[in-house]
């Protein structure tokens, strides 16, 4: 079984640049969780899909970040323009849905490396 | 709303040696508690999770951990480690009242000297 893949591993772009990171989920997961590092700093939480719907988008930090994931498979998260406080490393999660205690289990992507300079 | 506490950033330690790594966070309901790891150049994976049950859990790789609840506390401990250790720890929480999404300690770089 795929794990959750991210692309690209590492971007590189200058300020006012738009970026686009992909995340693809395991097949099948409903829930799609965008977190995001920046250097020093711990995980933050982004957004959650389940499916094509934005559950929760509390952790964005402003307009300049758009995410979509159109059809509920695979999901982008454009940043427009980037800035230089928009570096970090992008992870991107996925666990299944239902009533169940698996829902809670998050499997992660080897993360987007993005360097605004 | 939900915060978690990692007491060190850094750890090295020589091969078995023992290994805790501190973790507290600030919730008054109902928690799930992670480790995750991530060794150099790899993804986040998950080490061990407590939902509920016996407060001791063990996970892959000979780790476990202990969930202290009057301590707000979820403690993660290996005996004896291996160079192959040397990694990130991550401890997370979640909460059904947040939706699921995670919320992370700081993070613990351990390095395993040889």
């Known amino acids: 079984e795929a794990g959750v893949t991210q692309f690209p591993s590492h971007s590189v772009i200058e300020k006012g640049q738009t970026v686009t990171l992909r995340c693809d989920p395991i097949s099948g997961h409903d829930n799609l969780y965008w977190y995001r590092r920046v250097m020093g700093k711990e995980i933050k939480f982004l957004l959650h899909f389940v499916k094509e719907s934005k559950q929760d988008e509390s952790g964005m930090p402003n307009n300049r970040f758009l995410a979509e994931r159109t059809g509920g498979t695979y999901s982008t998260l454009k940043v427009q323009p980037a800035e230089l406080e928009d570096s970090g490393v992008y992870f991107c999660?996925?666990?299944?849905?239902?009533?169940?205690?698996?829902?809670?289990?998050?499997?992660f992507g080897a993360g987007t490396r993005l360097s605004v300079l | 709303a939900q915060s978690v506490s990692q007491h060190n950033h850094h750890v090295i330690l020589s091969e078995a040696a023992s290994l805790e790594l501190g973790c507290n966070y600030s919730?008054?309901?109902?928690?799930?508690l992670f480790w995750y790891v991530q060794y150099p150049g790899q993804h986040l994976q998950l080490l061990l999770k407590?939902?509920?049950?016996?407060?001791l859990v063990k996970g892959i790789k000979g780790f476990e951990a202990e969930f202290i609840k009057s301590k707000f506390s979820f403690n993660l401990r290996k005996p004896s480690v291996q160079w192959s250790d040397t990694a990130e720890y991550f401890c997370?929480?979640?909460?059904?009242?947040?939706?699921?999404?995670?919320?992370f300690g700081g993070g613990t770089r351990v390095l395993v000297k040889p």
């Open positions: 999660a996925s666990s299944q849905d239902g009533a169940g205690l698996a829902k809670n289990i998050q499997y």
């Open positions: 997370a929480v979640n909460t059904k009242a947040a939706g699921n999404k995670l919320t």
């Open positions: 919730y008054g309901g109902t928690v799930n």
């Open positions: 407590y939902f509920s049950g016996d407060p």
